[in-house]
């Protein structure tokens, strides 16, 4: 009876000492983005599309096969109409990918928020939708070859906007390129 309780437990503890094992487990993204942001004219209007640069970073850890827990956090930069702004979001969420050999394609969905700065401040609840492609140069470094998300954030403040208008929400892009690290 008792070998019959230490081989079950055997069993059952050895898928579990398996995943310990497992390598890759956890994925490091780090690299440039490139993202829009749309900004109201201060006393005239209309709303203008203006590109950021900035730089992007990501932790995926794998929960199960072909799912993963991320965490994203980007930070772009732009002039828009000669006033330094910045653009920031962090988010989590949802992973889903495959392998294809060296390569890796994955779609994800993030919840979280974004911050707006362009002499005051504001924040707002955004989701994130989007994917993209990893290559493998070895078992632990790979490049992300594209990764493109689409962002649409809440109310935004009118005292960002500056003359009282406000808006239900934004629709606006990121797209990111970098280096991407296993362990």
């Not at 979001?89 to 928020?113: D, P, Q, S, W």
């Not at 403040?157 to 280096?179: E, I």
């Amino acid at each position: 009876m008792r070998t019959r309780s230490l081989l079950v437990l055997f069993v059952f503890l050895l898928p579990l000492s398996l995943t310990a094992q497992t390598p890759d487990r956890v994925e490091v993204f780090g690299g440039y983005s490139y993202s829009t942001y749309s900004i109201f004219g201060r006393y005239s209007g209309p709303w203008q599309r203006f590109g950021y640069n900035g730089f992007e970073a990501s932790v995926a850890a794998k929960l199960v096969p072909h799912v993963a827990a991320e965490l994203d956090f980007a930070d772009g930069f732009g002039n828009p109409n000669g006033n330094s702004s910045t653009v920031r979001t962090i988010m989590g969420g949802a992973r889903i990918f495959t392998n294809a050999g060296k390569a890796e394609v994955y779609g994800h969905f993030l919840v979280g928020n974004l911050t707006f700065s362009v002499g005051g401040s504001g924040s707002a609840f955004a989701v994130a939708g989007g994917g993209g492609a990893n290559y493998w140069v070895s078992r632990h470094i790979g490049a992300r070859i594209v990764e493109f998300d689409y962002i649409h954030s809440g109310f935004i403040s009118a005292a960002v906007l500056g003359n009282g208008a406000s808006t239900g929400g934004q629709n606006n892009f990121r797209v990111s390129t970098g280096v991407v690290f296993r362990f």
